[in-house]
């Protein structure tokens, strides 16, 4: 029917013309996540189809890209030394991180608070090469004097840098999981006569649990992705990390540091990107795990 | 004021301040052991605040201020150093249900467990099936105690927001405009539930609606504008007998 009520006004008008902003801004990025993975696909596409010897890619522990007479391609020194400093970093920083996110969401008020969102802030704003001078400037020598080793960088090292570049971002995005929970779940809590840290522990922190994960995996998806503090950390030396002071290379370092000298199509060049699919792959399955966890802790 | 044993709560000249914005000013009134006490009183008038001040929610609220005192079994509230312990003693329901994001069972359970009493899980379950009773939910939601209290209707989980205040054997029950987001049904239910409540307890209802507070409330309090115009008996006030123009016209619907 239509009549004069039908008639598609200024506003009808709009709101398709917004729709459809929206539609191409929401299928750009789609694009964009597609083109990227593509392209590394297809650079690495050739070493995994010729040369890749999957066993030896994933299970040995050499790294010879450039040798003359045999050049070997194994990560597993790598992903070892990357995981390993991944989980010691997350061990530092989360409960540090979660514990002043409770500080700052919880207790602090006023002037304390502003105070300390804005260092937290300052902190989040320092560039990694920054951190990766820490770590060989004052880091190095600290760790050498303190625990009496010859050499202070490796996988310690690392994952306090890495703890510390991880803290603001997870602090803050624990915070907003603590600042997500309703104000009434407190005040029914409180009235109930739980006590502050009861009221934290038994209502605010199982509410915020799904936020308090993503916060964790966020740490975990910075660290292995974090390359340039990782490569001045780590002492980059391939070797599978037996004690915290042992050296190790992160595999973006490896990526980062040898990609501008190898000849662009060589095997070498490939493998690289072939790590770079290995580390996509990575992030897509801690991404599912907490698409996974997030769904499981929903249905209760 | 005298202490006289049958006196639960004794307000003596409470005034309550956001910043410079008066709420309450001087209002001092007595709830007697086991009745019902109605506060009646249109938005703003500060029902809430003077609930707020008698389990001392204040002291989470930086910006409000309470002066006068409030005796619980003639013991002044201010001078309790553990305030949880107080608290415990004060069941709360407020306007909007709260279920907590934890199960039906743990909702309920929330309280005793927190307070250290939950015995045994035998006594537990006993306990949380009780109050659900008690609160007229028992029925609705046996099947599912370990379902989220928070996917519950409206109506289920303000009758599990009382369960909850029950479980934590309150010697008193403090309801802010319980029904606003209850089915007249369900309201008519939980009054039920109310009346049989106050053999047990003493509880202040702070209601929105008139004749709610005139079927329960034994006692009313009229507030109006942060002022505490009149308290009566519920029926001298509903006979058209009260002193106060203001509480006739309010009470007549004239205003609010
Ligand atoms: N946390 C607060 N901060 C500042 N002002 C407040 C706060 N809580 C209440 N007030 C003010 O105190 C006055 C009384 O509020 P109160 O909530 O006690 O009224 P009420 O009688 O419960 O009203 P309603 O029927 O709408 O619930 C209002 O003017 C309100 O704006
Ligand atoms: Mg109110």
Redesign the pocket.
Known sequence: MATASDARDKNWFIDKFFQSLMFVCGISAIVFVVGIFLFVFKEGLGFIVNDLNVAEFFFSPKWRPTSLHQPTYGILAMVAGTAAVTVLAMAICLPFSIGAAIFIAEFATGKTREILKILIEFLAAIPSVVWGFIALSIMNPLIITTFEVPMGLGVLNSALILALMAAPIVTSIAEDAFKAVPDTYREAAEALGATRWQTIHKVVLPAAKNGLLSAGLLGVGRGFGETMAILMASGHSINIPTSVFDSFRALTATIAAELGETAVGSPHYQSLFAIGIFLFFITFLINMTADFIVRGVKKG | MVSTAHNKIEVQDLSIH??A?K??GNVSLTVRKNEIFGII??????????LNAVNRMDMM?P??NVSGTVRIDGIETRSWRNVYALRRKIGVVF?LPVGLPLTVYDNVALAPRLAGTAGSRADLNELVERCLRRAALWDEVKDRLTHLGSLLSGGQQQRLTIARALSQSPEILML??FSIAVDPVTTMRIEDVLKELKEEVTIIL?T?LVQQANRLADRTAF?LN?ECVEIDDTETLFSGSAKDPRTNDYIGGKFG
């Open positions: 956001y910043g914005h709420a309450l009183g249109p938005a703003n008038s500060g029902k809430t605040s003077f609220r910006n409000m306007p802010d405009e702070v929105n507030f942060g």
